[in-house]
């Protein structure tokens, strides 16, 4: 089975968003940077808070209760077993939940290292 590739299969799904993330500045160690969606350095470098982002609608903070299945729902990266999260500064898109399918293949991308 074929690993999947920013260019033919995570590009696209941010596509219709890049330019308006153009504007977006990120905190790194050496200070802010702009995260460019189409941009698979820039995917790479940021892939964590990319994740964060568009996994911050998987919880319902008002009701108590997730929205999605557990093995869709992101780790806590250096937490327990059974963390994840709950919540996104900035969920992405702002306009809402990208569709599941979506959110599970950018994380089978990352899981599968990342290819450009």
Known sequence: MK????KDD???LF???AAEMDKVKLATESGTQTLHL???ESVKFF???IQVAIHGYDYDRANGKWLVKSEERLPVRGGKHDEFIKAAPHPM???GKLPQEAINIYDQWVR???LP
């Open 93 to 95: 898109p702002p306009s």
């Open 112 to 114: 599968e290292g990342m």
């Open 3 to 6: 690993k999947l590739s920013f």
């Open 38 to 40: 189409g941009n698979y």
């Open 15 to 17: 596509s219709k968003y």
């Open 10 to 12: 995570i590009k696209c």
């Open 47 to 49: 892939y964590y808070q």
